[in-house]
């Protein structure tokens, strides 16, 4: 949300500004001895052709305006502010104006009542508003208010009142920041602190850009300029800096202490708290009891927050750059000693202590110093296999010997059939998941499907390969690069799946195998394609995916096309033939009219919408297909294979087939 900082208007209701902090500290003082109860939580968009009448509060509200004016008293704010929020006793009448945009507002009313039962802050009717200086963090947690209310669980309502006054402290903050006049922090200030107060979450660059109103990279290029480091180092370092707390002062465990700062997976945490602090967590809490260690929390941070701290009084920031190679330093896993002398006595100590470990050892056992010459054997050896593959971009890659751990967004279905687990699957949304291969990936967890930056960095990948030059647009290829090792296996948004299979074969040394489930995949279509012919010979069959919305066709070459026409040999529809002459994607909107001049024999849905099949085809416009009319109807849920592609997708669409039709 972006603001017009214009003198904006403060609590209009008649009153001076000494009445206005009275009312307000009034208004602190009822949420601290009475009890809150959310009465409702409305989000209203209404098109700038829509008037909204004027509304009487009905209880006390808060008001955040992203799009339009409000009217406080018997005047206009001349400005169509965004952000602009109030809070309104009962009985105020609320009157707004759109903008070119409409009006958009959050409305949360609720009552507060003492102990013994009775209304509190019973005043009249009146209003306090005022355009915060940050109304990103006033937006994001009324969002999470919202959310919270509309799940009708008991615990959630819980939530929810503890969402309040998380919304009702930042609205307070922010008003007497801005009553003592403390100067507006920028949009780098607003971004460190989002982060400090949500680093548990799933935090990408993206979203914090998207939270700002500004591009990724405008976000990235001012947290440099004035930090001297990424968004999303900062935020690892913070997160470092928050589990090195917990080890100190708790006795979580490794696995509540990563998801508490914001990994899912112990085994990730590990690698990045290692590569922060030259130590894995366990070595880190151990060192804690250790007498070669002296007990002051300044030597816990080897490497110091990226440099950027936060005057809480000022609300300036400040930078502090002691090397201008630590971030190089933080990248090789190096740890600069603390110029403090009892610290650098201390890092003494113990390094003489582990040469005289290391010197007993030496000598005791030969063993492992033939153990040690073997395993440097072996990574010279490993080296010497990694390989350079040149990618659809042009790129040359340097691939490891034996990737452990690879990121291929939605080319999990060739992962599987070359027997390679991937360190994270393809998500959008939710557990929005490709379900058909959960079997083989339901402990994997999930990355969002545009494979945010911070989100690839978490999972330590050796191999990340992508599916096609879109994902990789703009920066983006160098940046994903810098993780680890990027592939791009075509340059198209469709790739042929065959092709596509073979290379990944290639790229993870496993071309054999990718051969192997090509064949294999080719000889039960041929059989299938047999079948068919001999039980119903030359017959027109079409893939429809029905939505709560729409209805979609498949195009003829791509997704289950590819398998109805090519694999099994059925005859192309005229209606399927004229959409797929111009659609470049998997699926295409039909329109009622192509529907209802769909020449099938047979019909194979995917059912997305919460119907029966029954249900889906008795609407009228389905009666003239000849698939309907000769029952030949097919649905198959949402987490069937049949909207993607690959030998397992298309060998559970050709055993779908067979059931369905060779009865």
Known sequence: MKQDRKKQ??????????HEADELNRLMSAWLHSSIRIIDIRHIRLEPEELLRSYRLPAQAFILVLHGSVRLGDEWNDTAYSGYILHGSKGFELKMAPSNRGIEYFLVLYKATSVSGHTVYNVPAIAHGFVPPYPVMLYQKLQLLERAWQDQDALSRVQAQSRFFDFAYEFMRQYQEQKAHIPARDMVTQAIRFMEVHYAESITLERLAGLLECSPRHLTRLFKKQTDCSPIMYLIQLRMDKAKELLRKTDATLQDIAVSVGYPDVYFFSRAFKKYTGVSPVHYRDSLHSSAFVRDERLDNPLPMSGCS???????????????????????GILRMNRNARHSMAFILLLSFTLLLSACSGTSSPAATEDTSQGTNNTAEQASQERVLKDALGHEVKIPAQPQRVIASYLEDHLVALGVKPVAQWSVGKNSVQAYLQKELKDVPTIASDLPFEAVLNFKPDLIIMDSASMVEGDKYNQYSKIAPTYVVGSNMNNDWRQELLTVGEVLNKSSEAKQALSSYDKKAAEAKAKLSQTVGQKTAAALWVTDKNVYVVNQNLSSGDVLYKDLGFKIPQVVQEISKTAKANWSNLSLEKLAELDADYIFIVNSKNASKEEIIKDPVWAGIPAVKAGHVYDFGKDSSWLYTGTIANGQMIDDVLKSVIQ
């Open 310 to 332: 936060i005057d809480s009084k000022s609300g300036a920031l400040h930078t502090v750059n002691e090397d201008n190679n630590h971030y190089q330093n933080y990248d090789e």
């Open 9 to 18: 208007a403060g609590s209009q209701s008649g009153t001076g500004k000494g």
